[in-house]
């Protein structure tokens, strides 16, 4: 197999209303395409890159995959976390970094489901 391109993660959720708000109000992503009749909506950062579907829960079972893990670039990881913890979101274990490379955070949404932010260190 030779993957051409990574463009879309999605996840399963409760509420696809309710998931809309979190990831458009609390992290700051854009509705490109909503389904509701499919119980689907598609989302993206302001400045483009790989879309996160969210997939409304048709049956309990639903809930248990739990694989994806979208990763949104910050510029500013600490703000970026402070932000999202004064609108109610939950972080998970600190702030980890890769000298010279990364700093990551994990997040939990309301149902659960795992994001991790990332800001991109340059090398000095």
């Known amino acids: ?5 990574f463009d879309l ?13 979190f990831y458009t109000e609390v992290v700051g992503l854009k509705v490109m395409v909503l389904s509701e009749e499919y119980g689907w909506a598609e989302l ?4 483009g890159g790989a879309r996160l579907g969210i997939g ?6 639903d809930l248990q995959i739990r694989n994806a893990v ?6 500013d990881l ?15 274990g600190p702030i980890e970094e890769i000298p010279g490379h990364v700093k990551m955070q994990m997040v939990i949404d309301n149902d659960g489901n795992h994001m991790q932010l990332v800001q991109i260190l340059e090398e000095t």
Not at 44 to 47: A, D, F, K, N, P
Not at 81 to 87: D, F, Y
């Open 44 to 47: 993206q950062g302001h400045e």
């Open 1 to 5: 197999m030779h993957a051409k391109s």
């Open 70 to 75: 979208p990763t949104f670039t910050v510029d």
């Open 9 to 21: 993660a999605w996840i399963t959720v409760k509420d696809l209303k309710q998931a809309i708000k």
């Open 78 to 92: 600490e703000k970026a976390k402070e932000e999202l913890e004064k609108k109610g979101a939950k972080c998970h």
């Open 56 to 61: 409304q829960m048709r049956k309990e079972s």
